[in-house]
């Protein structure tokens, strides 16, 4: 597979044109939901003119479309944003233009980023990477396509339960989660604000670490931001690695835990130790989650009321315009969970849920502090299974919810987790470890994998 170092021989323009013909040839993927090639052609003749300089000139890269960047309509892949055209950028996508790199075009995802399979997508699914007649995963779904069939070395995507890691382990490409407030999300379509990532899809580490180098950073536009503490780190010394037990259990993949266990040998083998830990409280964590995330929705998805910005319906009255407007413009799951979410904090049952919720994700941050102590890195599986087929599980909200099971917990406590390739199973679909930190430990995760890719 390409990497980023791979673009600094040829021209900016012949990196874009390959980039775009690289995406019409795999269209019927449908990874992209629109090119952003003008724009691209036009930056790539300022990098070979001098006018634009930097660490990743002339590389091209993809933005998922709840990115607000220029050159196509931010869609959040939804028919509320369809027409929708950013009047600014996200700092993330203007902090990596300011280092040369450019943007040739928009991932598809679940609407609004609501899923796990991009089949959320209003405008239709993006199919996976290796088997087109699975799920590429999601939410960022066509971003991991896009960097798994070499059309750009790296993509970026939003990761609030799961949505960077899952996809990338299930075409085979690395994903990282970042610490809780590592990168803006000034200018990202907002899902849920508490558990809400910006990070990247690459093809190796080391590109991960580079990548989210430059991105990172506080940002005054979002006072989550923490100062950039990530400074790639070159040496990884013996590390104490907790395999946890309840990612290993029967209902998980056996090819799933062999590759785990490989891994787990590897690392083994390497000089680190491997010792395997128990987290009980991580049979709570789906539910937290799938209480905490609605609520937020809920409250963020709010403003698209058909009057401010974005799609309205024909209507004769105010009541009519809100409520055609939500109704035409979200998909059933965006419609769900915005049900739930005012559920969940209306007066009755605040208590009963929301607050209950938010009790137990203190709980979850304690448990996870506690091993901490005297683990380095937590290893265990990205998802249940490899890719799933598409439709498998469009018509069971639960049981697409069970997939997102082992990145959820990460996402709740704020931590930095990785999404690493650990080979496939016989049929050849990809498999991924995930390797989890704590709290700004996010560039050690990275070296870790980066030594691990000799072995
Ligand atoms: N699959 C998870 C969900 O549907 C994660 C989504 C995400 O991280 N954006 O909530």
Redesign the pocket.
């Known amino acids: 597979m390409v990497k980023i170092a791979d673009y600094a021989s040829s021209s900016a323009v012949a990196n874009v044109r390959t980039a775009l013909e690289r995406a019409k040839q795999y269209e019927a993927h449908h990874a992209l939901l629109n090119l952003t090639e003008t724009r691209a052609l036009e930056r790539a003749a300022k990098v070979e003119s001098g006018e634009i300089t930097g660490k990743l000139a002339g590389v091209p890269f993809v933005v998922k479309d709840n990115f607000l960047a220029f050159g196509a309509p931010t869609t959040a892949a939804s028919t509320m944003l369809e027409n929708f055209n950013a009047p600014l950028q996200a700092t993330a996508v203007e902090r990596l233009e300011a280092e040369g790199a450019i943007c040739i075009g928009k991932a598809n995802l ?1 609407a609004f ?4 399979s991009t089949e959320n997508s209003a405008f239709g699914p993006t199919k996976n990477a290796i088997d087109d007649t699975r799920v590429a995963g ?3 779904g066509g971003s991991a396509v896009v960097t798994a069939l070499d059309i750009v070395p790296f993509a970026l995507g ?7 890691r ?1 996809p990338a382990s299930f075409n085979g490409v690395y994903g990282v989660k970042p610490t809780y407030g590592t990168v803006s999300r000034y200018g990202v379509v907002a ?2 604000s508490s ?2 990532t910006i990070g990247c899809l690459t093809t190796t580490a080391d590109d991960a670490a580079l990548v989210m180098s430059i991105m990172a950073g506080k940002d005054e536009r979002d006072m989550t931001t923490l100062p950039n503490f990530f400074t790639p780190e070159a040496t990884v010394l013996p590390l104490r690695i907790g395999l946890v037990a309840e990612s290993m259990n029967d209902d998980v993949d056996a090819d799933v835990r062999a590759a785990t266990s490989a891994y787990a040998e590897k690392l083994r083998a390497a000089g680190h130790t491997v010792e395997e830990v128990s987290m009980p409280i991580l049979k709570y964590t789906l539910a937290m ?2 209480i905490i ?1 609605p609520a937020e929705i809920s409250s963020n998805l709010a403003r698209y009321d058909g009057i401010r910005y974005g799609y309205r319906a024909e209507a004769l009255t105010l009541a009519e315009l809100y409520g055609k407007t939500r109704d035409e413009g979200f998909v059933t ?1 965006n419609k769900r969970r915005i049900m739930i979410g005012s559920y969940v904090l209306s007066s009755g049952f605040f208590d009963a849920y929301y607050q209950q919720a938010q009790k137990a994700r203190t709980l979850l941050i304690a448990e996870y502090q506690k091993l901490f102590e005297t683990y380095d890195v937590l290893l265990g599986p990205v998802t249940p299974t490899p890719a799933f087929k598409l439709g498998e599980n469009t018509g069971d909200p639960i049981k ?2 069970l ?2 099971i082992m ?2 917990p990460a ?1 709740l406590a704020g931590l930095p987790a990785l999404s690493v390739p650990a080979g496939t199973n016989e049929a050849g679909l990809p498999i991924g470890i995930q390797l989890t930190g704590w709290r700004r430990s996010d560039a050690r995760l990275l070296a870790l994998a980066s030594s691990m890719e000799a072995n």
């Open positions: 679940d980023a609501h899923g796990g999601g939410s960022s939003t990761d609030t339960g799961g949505s960077i899952q899902m849920a558990t809400d989650y799938y995330v799951e697409m919810y997939t997102d990145t959820v996402s």
